[in-house]
């Protein structure tokens, strides 16, 4: 697929098929089934046609998110990554960086290379990863700092920086690589029940000292510390609420002011709060909500709003009281500043 289609990036059809080369073996995908991977890809991994699926397909069709539609943008190209940075919304795109105030407003934007696989944001610089290589802006486009992967296999998928480092997934060698704020390797991270990574779904964040990441093909996350130490993990395979189905489920985790996970899965795209030790809060966008298609949307938390990006499109999401009423968002106990109403 060309880097410039502008559908769909390379990142964001490796998150809706899997990676032709890993997941059609992972699967068992050929003939009629390689087919249905770009057509039905409903019908190839969730296996609609049983009772049971069908069952909680059902469920979710009576679905009430307990969050609505504000406000939104459309940004000038298929968005590729998103984060915030204070007040505003930083998203990138196939050669630039752009940041938006919350009404849509462009207040910068700059250049970069077309291989971007994910951004950070961390004490008001912005953290690109591409694919063997990381580098660091100022908001106004400056380069800070840049450094090579440690390995040249390196296929780095997602980031997360925090005072202990940045941490990034690896596809290729299916481990997190450490590095310090300098740049410089601090460690390999290894799962130990290893990382299942069928495609680009390898997400990370990072929530009071610790390092959460996917386990995509295993339907977990994983906790660590900053020193690369197991904690704990969480999730099961499965289409109901409080799973994560498919072949590789969640694509991306991120969390809240309030110490919550949430999670965003493709396929059947929708995103969830947790606990930070795994305990299923509720849905917070199912794919009605979001939009619909396959692939699996970008989401962040900024003050008391949701900003969910798909496509080239910006979505800016508030709590409902009235819908939230009908849902587990709305008995939530948590004292969660989402649920302030502007």
Known sequence: MERDQKNMSRRKFLQVSGSLM????????????????????GDLFYDAKTAKRNKAKE???????????????????????????????????????????LDGSLDENFAIRSDLRDMAVFAGKIYLLFASRVEVYDPQGNLLQEWNA???DADYCSLTVFDAGVFVTDAQA??????????SLARFIESPKG???????????????????????????????????FVASFGKSGIGAGEFSGCCNPVQITT???GELLTSEKGLPRISCYASD????SILLDDKALGGGHAAYDVRMMDNKLIVTGANKVSVFQYDNRRSAQTQCGSCTVDCPMKVIS
């Open 22 to 41: 890993i997941g059609a073996a992972f699967a068992g995908v050929i003939g009629r089934s390689l087919w249905k991977l770009f057509n039905s890809p």
């Open 59 to 101: 469920e979710m069709a009576n679905y009430v998110s307990p969050y609505r539609l504000t406000s939104g943008f459309i940004a000038p190209d298929v968005i590729t990554a998103l984060e915030v940075l204070d007040k505003q919304i930083v998203i990138a795109t196939p050669n630039n960086i752009l940041l938006y105030g």
């Open 150 to 152: 440690c390995s040249d």
């Open 174 to 183: 299916k481990n997190i690589c450490q590095y310090h704020l300098d740049g």
């Open 195 to 229: 990382f299942v990574v069928p495609s680009y779904s390898f997400g990370i964040t990072n929530l009071n000292g610790s390092v959460f990441c996917s386990n995509p093909g295993r339907h977990q996350v994983e906790q660590y510390t900053a020193k690369g130490e």
């Open 256 to 258: 809240t002011a309030t």
């Open 278 to 281: 795994g305990t299923f809060r």
